[in-house]
């Protein structure tokens, strides 16, 4: 009979390398799943924003809407306060302690309306003419946001103005015209708040003159 054959020694180098390969392999996996995820989370951002923007769009449209159509159709209409418009021909609200709180900033506390706000809610369908807050449940639109907005005349009080001449913040029309051929516009700010899918809470502001 001819004579056995030894038998290789195994010296484990191919388990090392196995076993290096697997490590490298389960790294690459799982900074593949990080990103993965970090990319989703980018875009579910990206989707909340461009919600909250078209939602705040609709409302700021709205309110424009009824501000342009007073100013036409009955301009004395914005020297007084119309809560079921969300409107307020001044600056300033009144505090809980029966003071005037200054406004010419943001109607805002934090991710919330400030007390005394009379702010209503943009009907997401046809129409322009804003909801109360027993309709909230009609102000969510197919996307599933809503928007409360508050519109203010830039004005220290109420009543009737003269632009030129008032204790309001103005905007000159024609800035390289002389003093005495100048035109002046009021200028009225729109304060919109979103609320959204995953708590989502954002605020938009406007100027309108």
Known sequence: MPPLAL????????????????????????????????????????????????????????????????????????????????????????????????MTITPIDGNKWRANVPWVYANPNKGNAPLSGADEDKAVNSSGYKAAYFIQRSCASAGQKTPNRSACDIQKMSPNEPEANSEYQMIYKVTVRIEGPKDTVSFYQATLF
């Open 7 to 102: 038998k290789n020694t195994q010296k484990g180098l191919v388990l090392l390398i196995s076993l290096i390969v697997l490590v490298v392999m389960t790294l690459a996996a799982i900074a593949l799943v990080r990103s993965m995820i970090a990319s989703n989370q980018i875009a579910n951002n990206l989707a909340l924003r461009q919600g909250t923007t078209a939602a705040a769009d609709v409302a700021l449209e709205k309110a424009r809407f009824w501000l342009v159509d007073r100013s036409i159709q009955a301009p004395a209409e914005l020297n007084n306060a119309s809560d079921k418009n969300g409107y307020s021909p001044k600056n300033t609200i009144t505090g809980i302690n029966g003071s005037e709180l200054p």
